[in-house]
């Protein structure tokens, strides 16, 4: 029998994007019911050949090799409260279905034999065997048999059975988003790591900004909070997201999410050098460390103001190249430049690690818009920093189709992250990449609008470009000029 998920629950089960489901959800090659997606239909688009090579089988596999146990326990199994409670709500569940089976096998055979029954009397009168009572009692017995028969186990029922042991299902109301609460991480954790834009503040439940509403499940805390819900907020189901985890397979919270750059507020905080690594002769990673108790909230694609109070104050302002999730680790590439004051300082060796870096921010628009569009990302030098930011924030939603990046050097060290774009691409299906590179920024920008057409994009991408005003205005002309519109062409200028 079709068992039923939703398409992000199907996702999971087969091992690819989200978005690729939706895609052909809109072609018409899966129906869906309410809003969900049978099983059956899942496996004929995905038979179990190409099922044993998905990652979540992988996973479920792995659970059962001794060799990958440790990994398993410290990345994908929450603790044993969490465990001991989801197992209880699934011993619930399977109980109430027996009771229920027990319940409907006791009314089938009743009214099988009130059949039997009625047509005796029929004969018993003298009559002969009534033919409609004779169909009923064969239906009834054909129907009881199916009902009682041993058919082949379903392998995405098993595994959707195992996914909701070891990780829950969290839908946000009103905005109907979803995601995966696996390991140890906090609802807050969880919902960050899938790309999602809570509203939140310290992150250790002190400020009470990442306040939800359960409706539906349960959840189980995680740590002590500072911060005191009143009595009646505890009535209507109020948590902090940061100290609580999902207690239920499936978990609905009531919340609001940031729209855009404008739900974010400005922030000011004092963070420590966590370290200044050389990526290339004319390329410093700079990385930054937040307060436990302040963590910088921002989007992908967003830039900072970094100041320097040593002798004369030193300000600049630099794109955050790190993903939102990791909000207290913020990674900027900082290119040398004798017009920078910042860069001069990290380049001259006077800004070590534990230094004090404020950070003022975030500020920007330039971050991905809620959309099923694949995406196509173009960076020139060092704007590679809120591309990646953009990647990693992509990757994390797991809702676009296909992910290709076009990356122009215009100086040797221009590629310093050509490892990083190798990785990901070896690890992910829908992620290319293409390498390119001109010491001219228009014309590399002109040749890569080539690329990227004889590449097959076709207007129907989304494309976030960033890089000199050259590089981003050729691109958006001659992207213009191929019939992409407008609407689908978003540009970041550095300086």
Aim: net charge negative; with cysteine; glycine share 8%.
């Amino acid at each position: 029998m079709a068992h039923w998920v939703t398409v992000w629950r199907a996702a999971q089960l087969v091992g690819v994007p989200r978005g690729v489901l939706q895609q052909r959800v809109r072609a018409g090659e899966i129906e869906l019911a309410d809003g969900l997606v049978s099983t059956e239909s899942l496996l004929r688009l995905y038979p179990q050949t190409q099922l044993e090579e998905s990652g979540m089988l992988e996973r479920v596999v792995q659970i059962r090799d001794e060799a990958f146990g440790r990994r398993v326990r410290e990345r994908l199994l929450p603790s044993q409260e969490v465990l001991a409670q989801r197992l209880f709500r699934q011993t619930q569940e399977l109980a109430d279905v027996q009771r229920h089976l027990q319940r409907y096998h006791a009314l089938v055979l009743a009214l099988r034999e009130r059949v039997r029954h009625l047509n005796a009397e029929a004969r018993a009168d003298g009559g002969a065997d009534d033919p409609r009572l004779l169909e009923l009692q064969r239906q009834l017995n054909d129907g009881l048999a199916r009902a009682l028969a041993t058919e082949p186990v379903d392998v995405l029922d098993v595994m959707d059975d195992l996914l909701k042991v070891v990780s829950a299902q969290v839908t946000l109301r009103p905005s109907g988003h979803q995601f995966a609460v696996e390991g140890h991480d906090s609802l807050l954790q969880a919902g960050m790591r899938a790309g999602l834009k809570l509203n939140y503040g310290c992150g250790n439940g002190t400020c009470g900004m990442c306040k939800v509403r359960v409706t539906s499940g349960q959840v189980v805390r995680t740590m002590p909070t500072d911060y005191p819900l009143s009595e009646n907020e505890k009535a209507q189901g109020y948590v902090l997201a940061c100290a609580h985890t999902a207690g239920s397979s499936e978990l609905t919270l009531e919340t609001l999410e940031a729209a855009g750059p404008a739900d974010i507020p400005p922030q000011q905080i004092v963070t420590n050098v966590r370290a200044v690594r050389a990526l290339a002769p004319d390329t410093l990673l700079l990385h930054l460390q937040t307060p436990r108790s302040h963590r910088l909230r921002f989007l992908a694609g967003q830039r900072v103001t970094l100041g320097v109070a040593q002798g004369d104050d030193v300000h600049a302002s630099h794109a955050i190249a790190s993903c939102p999730c990791d909000d207290r680790n913020l990674q900027f590439f900082i290119p040398r430049d004798a017009e920078d004051p910042l860069a001069a300082r990290l380049f001259g060796g006077a800004l070590k690690a534990g230094d004090a870096v404020t950070v003022w921010g975030p500020s920007g628009d330039f971050v991905l818009a809620e959309d099923a569009h694949p995406l196509v990302f173009a960076a020139c030098d060092t704007a590679f920093a809120p591309v990646k930011s953009l990647i990693e924030h992509a990757l994390s939603l797991d809702a676009a189709p296909s992910i290709a990046l076009f990356w122009l050097a215009t100086r040797p060290d221009g590629h310093f992250m050509a490892n990083q774009c190798r990785a990901w691409s070896e690890a992910l299906d829908p992620f290319e990449y293409t390498l390119s590179t001109h010491d001219d920024v228009a014309t590399g920008a002109s040749q890569m609008a080539a690329a990227i057409r004889a590449d097959l994009f076709d207007i129907d991408c989304a494309f976030y470009i960033a890089g000199p005003a050259a590089f981003v205005e050729t691109l958006r002309h001659e992207l213009g000029a191929a019939g992409v519109p407008a609407s689908q062409l978003h540009g970041e200028i550095t300086a």
